[in-house]
């Protein structure tokens, strides 16, 4: 019977026999390992950074709220700004680029009440995340690396809008740029001292009309 087995086994293809199989099975386990311990990883990071913001937390904070080692995050990330920019990579990031590509179809509609529906999306956006927005502003700050991939992903934002640039003459497209950025810029800020830190006062509904106000018509296609 024994004999049997063996001439069983060893007659299987190579890739199909146990020495080969254990292998490959354990390494598959590694794997879902690592993939398991970096996501802890981040999750950390996303909920310390929203806690005490970027500056303030270190390598050491963020593995041992996974309950790992120094060592360990440095098999993951060689960096604190790259367990940021994961975190950013993973959803900030696409969903903010999804926003805008919304906006372009908005605005291609000339919808007034469109505008002011995507307006209140995107404030239902910023109270998702705005706890990340500190750790997003110190690290701007404190990393170049991060600085540039900030102004990168601003200038992504444009650019995802096809049918608004086309709109726009070649010559001016700069300009068209220009105040989606502005839009960006003043919806992030304002939103952080409307709702973060309550500095200004006003309804959900009265803002979203007061910005539909100043925008919508700053985004249409301009006279000529």
Not at 70 to 79: G, S
Not at 158 to 187: C, F, G, K, N
């Amino acid at each position: 019977m024994a004999q049997h087995q063996s001439k069983c086994v060893s007659d299987l293809p190579r890739t199909l026999q146990w020495d080969t199989l254990v292998p490959v099975a354990r390494g598959t386990l590694r794997e879902e390992q690592k993939k398991a311990t970096r996501a802890k990883l981040i999750e950390a990071a996303s909920a310390l950074f929203a806690e005490r913001g970027y500056d303030a937390v270190t390598i050491d904070d963020i593995a041992g709220a996974v309950g790992c080692s120094r060592a360990t995050f440095y098999l993951h990330f060689p960096t604190k700004l790259e367990a940021l920019l994961a975190l950013a990579d993973g959803d900030a990031a696409p969903s903010s680029l999804a926003f805008y590509q919304d906006l372009d179809r908005v605005l291609e509609s000339g919808s007034r009440d469109e505008f002011s529906e995507w307006l209140t999306r995107a404030f239902d956006w910023f109270r998702e995340h705005y706890a990340m927005f500190r750790a997003w502003d110190e690290a701007t700050v404190l990393e170049p690396t991060f600085r540039d991939v900030a102004r990168k992903g601003i200038a992504a934002l444009p650019d995802s809008m096809t049918h608004y640039l086309a709109r726009w003459p070649e010559e001016d497209r700069d300009e068209a740029r220009l105040r989606i950025e502005l839009l960006v810029t003043q919806l992030e800020r304002f939103f952080v001292r409307w709702i973060t830190f309550d500095t200004i006062e006003g309804s959900n509904d009265l803002v979203v009309e007061v910005l539909t106000d100043v925008w919508f018509p700053a985004l249409m296609k301009p006279s000529t």
